[in-house]
Structure formats: structure tokens, C-alpha cells
């Protein structure tokens, strides 16, 4: 195994030595961290251990280069992140800015970001859209970082928030409350270190090193079943034949009487958004980088942490339940596809056109969505073609729109 | 990934452009070809006039899994320790035993008329070969009848 694949274990192996429990969350933290500008949001309730994670990452990641916004103390007094603190210059010299400190780190916490206020909110959505500040009027492009942000998703002194904002965070990685063993080893661990958890963390990366491995991580091709995995995992969560995206009814209202009532869309009301899918991409490629392989048992469970904080179900009871029952469905199917055949008649008729294949196709279409999105676009170009009359196809026979496929006609 | 074609289409109005239309093709990426012609090579079909086939590869259940009590009564499988059988493969096969037990009682009933006609066949056959012998011996019988 190469050193940095090594160092990254390493690393896994000194947080685990002072964080108990919620092994998973760990192993997506740094799954998290292998690509650029990479953003992570841990949630959970107060006092389970989200800032300790996030300052354990962020030790062993950055070092002393580090720089943690609280969203319970600094802004909470009402302060803007931006303002220079006038008397510091006046009196000692020293330009004494939270921000500026917090743009230059290659390290970046925030601390409770369900608390941070809507201006400091807007500037470091900005920061991870543009990748670049502004400070003093004055534009400066941030380069490559690391940001690791928590909250309490129950905390009711709470700013709401756009979902735009949420969206810019790759995962979304909940914590468990310690079991009882769990709890016994924490005592060992806090009277080991002295309750310097966060103190003893050594930096196992340099930044430099991070940043070489996540060149790696990007070089990394991934195969075509994976890709495709990936983008049929996240369009199973997108798509509706009446088109909820630009819907003003959303489900369940908008799915009465619709053909696929019982499936995977109609208890989705927000859609993911199309970085889901990239996201999905960069970490199927650190895990192929740091584990040698990404099966699709491997993508479904990311694809938790992908999609919790950025869809919006019909009904919930337990949001990771909820999703978790759904990306079970998910993979039955995915399995369904593969023993109806489905890819492989599509394969064909995206050669040519063959009746055969296109009545088997159209029976696969009525109960797959997405099967029948992709037949829809082949259909148009079969009518310009001369091949197929309009009122044969599956969209004039099921009344179906396909959605994202637009164009302007020509009279 | 994706590629979009743009192809420009301007309309005269005598020596005026005046509009301009955009046709966006959607041309399918590389990696999709790909992901299909990968698939189609994982599960290839045969296409028979109107019919679509494959071979199921390793259809051998796992251990413990319930199996089909149609495959193990028609295809001589080995059934599983759990034997699963869906509505309607029940159906037929209580059609198929109402069916046989209709036939049994036909043929129980059959039996025991055959039985009746056999056990008179054999008692006229018993009182003939009496008559004859007395016959032959000269024996005056036909007196019994008067």
C-alpha cells in the first residue's frame, strides 16, 4: 500500500484511539476529506461528541492551521465574523479578524452552524460556492481547504437555514449515543489522556500530503458500472413523470392517480440536487483510492450520508430509517434491471431500431421511470426519423412528460 | 459526459436575419455506451422473431433459501429445506388435485360395478357348467324349474 494511503489509515487508527463508537461516521469523515474543498456536516445531538470529531479531524489534517467559528459564542454576541476589531489595531497593532484568520486556514471549523447568523452564513456560502472571500472590499480567491461544520439538528435557538447552503456540504454524517461498553472504554480513554483528547491528537498529514492524495484521488477512473451505478442511484431519487421539480404540487398530492404511486418517487417530495451525483463520484473514487474497491453495497450506504441532508421525503418518522428502507428498495431495483435485462435491450436500440425490441422495451418502461425516460429521448429521434409514428410511442400511450429534456422547435 | 450539440438555424425575412433557432441534440457520453455495452456483455439476450430469451447463469439456490415446489414436481429438482409457492402455482396445483380426486371417485365407482358384473358373470358362468354336467350325466334337472 502506498505511504499516503497508509497515512490515511493511520489516521483513521489515532481518531479512533480518542473517539469511541460511531465507527462509520469516521470512515466517511475521511472518505470526505479526499477531494478538493471538501465540506463536512456532522449532526447530532448536545454533547455526543460532534465538535471533538471535528477538532480530531481537523488536528490531524491541519495542525496548529486551524481555525474554528463558533456559532454558540462569536456570532451569537451579535457580531459580524467580517468586522475588524478596532481597538486591537488602535492600541497593539495586531489586525485582530476572525475571518480573515478563518479564509486563510487551510483547516476551517464552524462550530454549532445552526446558530451562525445569516450574514456570516451568506460569506462562507459563498467561500465554498466561488472559492473565494471578500474582506475589506476586496475579492480574495481561498485556495484548497478542509471545512468541518456540526450541529444540533433539535437546538432551538436556530437560524432556518436555506437548503442551498446545506446542499454545499458533501455528507451529512449523524452520531449515536454511546453504548454501555462504549461508555466504559470513554472513561479509559478520557483518564489515558488526561482529558486532553483533542490536545494529544497528533497531525498524522501534512496538508501538503492531503492535497498530493487528493490529486490521486482524482486521476482515478472510474468503471462504467460504477458511474453508472451512481447516476441511476441518484436519478431513482430525482425522476417523476409529472415533473415535481417544476411542479408547484408537490407528492403525495401530486402522485394520486399516478402510475408509480408505489414507487421510490412518490415518497420523495425534494429531489436531490445534480451534486449529489458528483459528490457519490468523489467518494466511489476515494474508496476505490483508499480501499482498492467500491461495490454497490458500498455506494448505497454513501449514498445515506449523500442524500440525508439533501432530500426531502413525504412522510418521516426517522429520516435515516426512511431513507435507509428506501435505498433497500433502491437495490432490489437495480437487481430487477439487471434480471429483466433492461440495459441490454437498451444497448441495442440505442444502435438501431428494432420493433422486437422496442415492444419489449416499452413493457420494461411502464414500470421503470427512468427505463422509460431514456426510451422517450430514443422514440424522438425514431419520429424525425420516419421509424415510429408519434401516436405509437410510450409517451403519447402513457401520457408521460419527459422531464429535462427540452428543446425549442423550429415551425 | 453529456454532450449537447448546438445546431443554428437562421430564418430570412427577404436579406434580414431576424431569428435565430437553437436545436439541442442530446448526444448520449461515452462512459454511458459504455455502462450499456458493459451490461449487454454481463447479460446477453437472444432475439427470437417476436421472443426475447437468456441463459440463467448459477440459478442454484443458496443454502437455507426457500425454493419453487413447481421446479422440484416438474424439473425433478432437489427442493430446499423450505418449499415457496406463489398464488398462483397454488391454484394450479389444487385445480390439478380437485381434478384427480373427480378421477379417482369415477374409477372407485367404475371398480365396484366391475366387481358387481364379475361376481354375476361368475355365478351364471358356475350354473351353467352345473346344468351341462347334469346333462351329460343324465341326471333329470328340469324338473326343478317346474
Known amino acids: ?411 | 459526459m453529456g454532450r449537447l450539440i448546438y445546431d443554428r438555424e437562421f430564418m430570412h425575412d427577404g436579406n434580414t436575419v431576424y431569428n435565430a433557432v437553437i436545436y439541442v441534440r442530446y448526444m448520449a457520453s461515452e462512459t454511458y455506451k459504455r455502462f450499456l455495452e458493459s451490461q449487454a456483455e454481463k447479460n446477453p439476450v437472444k432475439l427470437d422473431r417476436r421472443t426475447m430469451s437468456w441463459e440463467e447463469q448459477d440459478v442454484r439456490l443458496p443454502l437455507g433459501s426457500p425454493s419453487s415446489l413447481l421446479e422440484s414436481l416438474y424439473l425433478g429438482r432437489e427442493p430446499e429445506e423450505t418449499v415457496v409457492v406463489d398464488r398462483k402455482s397454488a391454484r394450479l396445483l389444487q385445480e390439478r388435485l380437485s381434478g384427480l380426486e373427480t378421477e379417482v371417485n369415477q374409477l372407485h365407482k367404475r371398480i365396484r360395478r366391475m366387481r358387481v358384473a364379475t361376481w354375476v358373470l361368475l355365478g351364471i358362468t358356475a350354473m351353467l357348467s352345473l346344468f351341462i354336467y347334469l346333462l351329460l350325466q343324465g341326471v333329470p334337472f328340469w324338473h326343478l324349474f317346474r
Open chain 1, 1 to 411: 500500500m502506498a505511504s499516503l494511503q497508509v497515512k490515511m489509515k493511520d489516521l483513521e487508527k489515532e481518531i479512533k484511539a480518542r473517539f469511541v463508537g460511531n465507527e462509520e461516521a469516521i470512515r466517511v469523515v475521511l472518505l470526505n476529506q479526499l477531494h478538493r474543498r471538501s465540506a463536512t456536516l456532522i449532526r447530532a445531538p448536545r454533547g455526543i461528541g460532534k465538535s471533538t470529531l471535528m477538532l480530531l479531524v481537523l488536528k490531524g489534517l491541519c495542525g496548529d492551521d486551524m481555525v474554528v467559528i463558533s456559532g454558540a459564542s462569536e456570532v451569537k454576541r451579535g457580531e459580524v465574523v467580517g468586522r475588524l476589531h478596532i481597538p486591537s489595531l488602535e492600541r497593539e497593532g495586531v489586525e485582530r479578524v476572525l475571518w480573515a484568520s478563518f479564509t486563510k486556514a487551510k483547516g476551517k471549523g464552524l462550530d454549532e452552524v445552526n446558530r451562525l447568523n445569516p450574514y456570516t452564513t451568506a460569506n462562507v456560502h459563498h467561500m465554498m460556492q466561488f472559492g473565494e472571500v471578500w474582506a475589506y472590499g476586496q475579492k480574495t480567491a481561498v485556495g484548497d481547504y478542509t471545512l468541518l461544520a456540526n450541529e444540533n439538528p433539535g437546538d432551538p435557538s436556530t437560524f432556518i437555514h436555506s437548503p442551498p447552503f446545506y446542499d454545499r456540504f458533501d455528507v451529512s454524517v449523524p452520531l449515536n449515543s454511546l453504548t454501555l461498553g462504549e461508555k466504559f472504554r470513554l472513561q479509559e480513554l478520557l483518564d489515558r489522556y488526561e482529558g486532553s483528547l483533542v490536545e494529544s491528537m497528533p497531525q498524522v498529514l501534512s496538508f501538503e500530503e492531503l492535497e498530493e492524495a487528493r490529486r490521486e484521488v482524482l486521476e482515478i477512473k472510474l468503471s462504467p458500472d460504477l458511474v453508472g451505478n451512481i447516476n441511476l442511484i441518484v436519478r431513482d431519487f430525482q425522476v417523476c413523470v409529472r415533473d415535481k421539480e417544476e411542479s408547484e404540487i408537490k407528492p403525495p398530492t401530486l402522485c394520486e392517480g399516478c402510475h408509480f404511486i408505489r414507487d421510490v418517487c412518490s415518497m420523495v417530495k425534494e429531489p436531490p440536487s445534480e451534486r449529489a451525483t458528483v459528490i457519490l463520484s468523489h467518494l466511489a473514487k476515494a474508496a476505490v483510492w483508499l480501499n482498492g474497491e467500491c461495490s454497490l453495497d458500498d455506494l448505497l450506504r454513501m449514498a445515506l450520508w449523500v442524500f440525508s441532508h439533501r432530500i426531502k421525503l413525504v412522510r418521516v418518522r426517522s429520516l435515516l430509517g426512511d431513507l435507509q428502507e428506501l435505498l433497500n428498495r433502491e437495490r432490489a431495483k437495480l437487481e430487477d434491471r439487471n434480471a429483466r435485462r433492461q440495459w441490454t435491450v437498451l444497448n441495442e436500440l440505442s444502435k438501431d431500431f428494432n420493433p422486437s425490441f422496442y415492444r419489449i422495451a416499452k413493457e420494461a418502461a411502464v414500470e421503470d421511470a427512468v427505463f422509460a425516460e431514456e426510451l422517450m429521448k430514443l422514440e424522438r429521434d425514431w419520429i424525425e426519423g420516419g421509424r415510429l409514428k408519434r401516436e405509437e410511442t410510450l409517451s403519447a400511450q402513457m401520457d408521460w412528460k419527459s422531464t429535462g429534456a427540452w428543446r425549442i422547435r423550429s415551425k
